[in-house]
């Protein structure tokens, strides 16, 4: 995910392992003529401060999770993640093997049992496959279609966006508004780079802020970037409580709901190229950011006390590491006031 080169290099690898020897293809066109599984009710409510998690739909040297297996402190899992299909911007769902299930049942299984537990499960479209293109009114159509489909036919509660070859704001904006037409409970999240989110005029930020009146979550990839602006003209380095809180700021001051506004980071140095900190330093952002406190030397004009939460990549990296991001991140972001 997200320009992690260790991680993509492994992730390809799997996938071209995979495509020889042949996946458990839950949306194949023999599949959709079979009556599908009654689907998850799409019932759970994110809380106003959330955690997300990516779990990895293949195996690329982190533990091997079932959905199951998730630590209980991720509020959003991303189901990562969607393929390509033929037609252009069409995605379908293909459970790796390399993950353990027996069945598309029993994953369908787990997803309901996540829910009933109060967690709400989206399929993720992009990441190392981020081949999608939505680009025109026709593939528009196709993606929301089919993201439709996966949450009829699996029961998601929605979709992720992670699209890290750009993204034409117009279409996907008229792609999720048709989602969301269709499924008015719909949760969206997205998790741009930070480049993507350094002005308002920037795409993925026009697409977050054209469905503001829906939208969940942008949960910023603070990692594999470099030194960037901060709210304040200022150039951060990654790997700092100044570079989350002044770049969060941007978005924050740019046009987004503190509540729509989440902190991105690997769950271990394993997890990415760079930009992992410690769950101290995230949690001394947050408090930063809603409180005012444990700042560095950029101190925001104001507080967020809506603020969501965070992301990171991955619930698989994160039990590698002994859960440590659930455990200390998890719990700071639920006792958040």
Not at 174 to 184: D, F, S, T, V
Not at 321 to 330: D, K, L, P, S, Y
Request: overall charge negative; charged content about 20%; hydrophobic content about 40%.
């Amino acid at each position: 995910m997200h320009r992690r080169l260790r991680t993509r290099l492994l992730a390809g690898l799997a996938a071209a392992v995979l495509t020889s020897a042949g996946t458990v293809a839950a949306g194949s066109a023999s599949a959709s003529e079979e009556r599908p599984a009654k689907p998850a009710a799409h019932t759970a409510t994110v809380p106003e401060h959330a955690v997300t998690g990516y779990w990895q739909n293949f195996d690329n040297g982190a533990t091997v999770q079932k959905l199951k297996d998730v630590d209980d402190a991720y509020d959003i899992i991303a189901v990562s993640f969607a393929d390509a299909t033929g037609r252009p911007g069409a995605v379908t769902f293909n459970l790796d093997p390399a993950v353990g299930y027996g069945s598309v049942d029993d994953f369908k299984a787990d997803i309901k049992a996540k829910q009933d537990a109060g967690k709400s499960v989206i399929v993720s479209v992009g990441g190392e496959k981020g081949s999608v293109s939505v680009n025109d009114d026709a593939s528009a159509k196709n993606f929301a279609d089919s993201i439709n489909k996966l949450m009829d036919e699996y029961g998601f509660n929605g979709v992720d966006i992670d699209l890290e070859n750009g993204l034409n704001s117009t279409y996907m904006t008229q792609a999720l508004k048709a989602i969301h037409a269709a499924h008015k409970d719909v949760v969206v999240t997205m998790a741009p780079q930070t480049v993507d989110m350094q002005s308002p005029q920037n795409e993925y930020f026009k697409t977050a802020l054209a469905i503001k009146d829906f939208l969940t979550v942008v949960n910023m990839q603070y990692y594999n970037s470099g030194s960037m602006n901060g709210c304040d003209g200022k150039v951060y380095a990654q790997g700092s409580v100044d570079f989350l809180t002044a770049l969060a700021c941007i978005q924050l001051e740019g046009g987004l709901d503190p509540s729509q506004v989440g902190i991105g980071v690997p769950a271990s140095s394993r997890a990415a190229g760079s930009g992992y900190v410690a769950p101290s330093v995230v949690n001394a952002a947050l408090d930063c950011l809603t409180q005012g406190s444990d700042c560095g030397s950029f101190k925001p004009s104001k507080t967020y006390p809506g603020l969501r939460g965070v992301m990171t990549w991955s619930t698989n990296w994160d039990a590698s590491n002994g859960n440590e991001f659930a455990g200390q991140v998890g719990a700071h972001v639920h006792g958040l006031p």
